[in-house]
């Protein structure tokens, strides 16, 4: 099977831009989540999807929101881009229902945003 | 959420036996334990997972004591490749989202020639 894409890998925007990250599961994975990481927070949950919603949420601003699609694709869009949200963008996905390893994620290579 | 607490680094040298403790206090009845490794500019990537005393695989040894407080992931004879960040995750078995496992800042490992 293919494994997690995420699409773009490199990133350049400038503050108070958008910006749209787009992540593509392993087939069959009805489960996305996302994840930011940067060296000083580490790796910080933004949000899972499941069947097109929203399952859980981290605690981030309303500016990051995300939104998935029913072939399970999914995409998370941050808004008014700060410099702070420079980082390493993941996306991970899971299947449902589990087959022995429980909650076991596969990790896309990620996004790295910059702002500059 | 069961919180986990685990070295901010590490050193070893090649072919040495590497182990990583986490501690995790308030584990609740229905938590397992996962690790996962991240190699630099990586996703993390899932190493073993366990409920109590030991488990193996081609990779790693997971031991769990019984009070299951704390656990320790053993990496027999590393290899300059097992530089990564390692990190340890307890959870619910049953229900819930990814959302509840937390990551955290992880293990730095650095494996010396």
């Known amino acids: 099977k293919a494994g997690v894409t995420q699409t773009p890998r490199y990133l350049i925007k400038t503050r108070g831009q958008q910006v749209t990250l787009s992540c593509s599961p392993i087939?069959?994975?009805?489960?996305v989540s996302w994840y930011q990481q940067t060296p000083g927070q580490g790796l910080q949950f933004l949000f899972e999807?499941?069947?097109?919603?929203?399952?859980n949420k981290g605690n981030f601003p309303g500016r990051f929101s995300g939104r998935q699609f029913s072939n399970s694709r999914s995409e998370m869009n941050v808004s008014t881009l700060e410099l702070g949200d420079s980082a390493l963008y993941l996306c991970?996905?899971?299947?449902?229902?589990?087959?022995?390893?429980?909650?076991?994620?596969?990790f896309g290579p990620g996004t790295r945003l910059t702002v500059l | 959420l069961a919180k986990t607490t685990q070295p901010i680094s590490m050193d070893s040298y090649e072919g040495q036996e590497v182990n990583i403790t986490c501690s995790h206090n308030?584990?609740?009845?229905?938590?397992?334990i996962t690790w996962y490794q991240q190699f630099p500019s990586q996703g993390p990537r899932f190493i073993i997972q366990?409920?109590?005393t030991k488990v193996t695989n081609e990779v790693a040894s997971l031991f769990i004591p019984a009070d299951r407080k704390s656990s320790t992931l053993s990496l027999p004879r590393v290899s300059l490749s097992d530089t990564a960040v390692y990190y340890c995750?307890?959870?619910?078995?049953?229900?819930?989202?990814?959302?509840?496992?937390?990551f955290g800042k992880g293990t730095k490992l650095s494996v010396k020639p």
């Open positions: 995750l307890v959870g619910p078995m049953y229900g819930g989202s990814q959302g509840n496992l937390i």
């Open positions: 308030n584990i609740a009845t229905n938590d397992y």
């Open positions: 999807y499941f069947s097109e919603t929203q399952r």
């Open positions: 991970a996905s899971s299947s449902r229902p589990r087959t022995g390893i429980y909650n076991e994620q596969f």
């Open positions: 087939s069959g994975h009805r489960s």
């Open positions: 366990g409920y109590k």
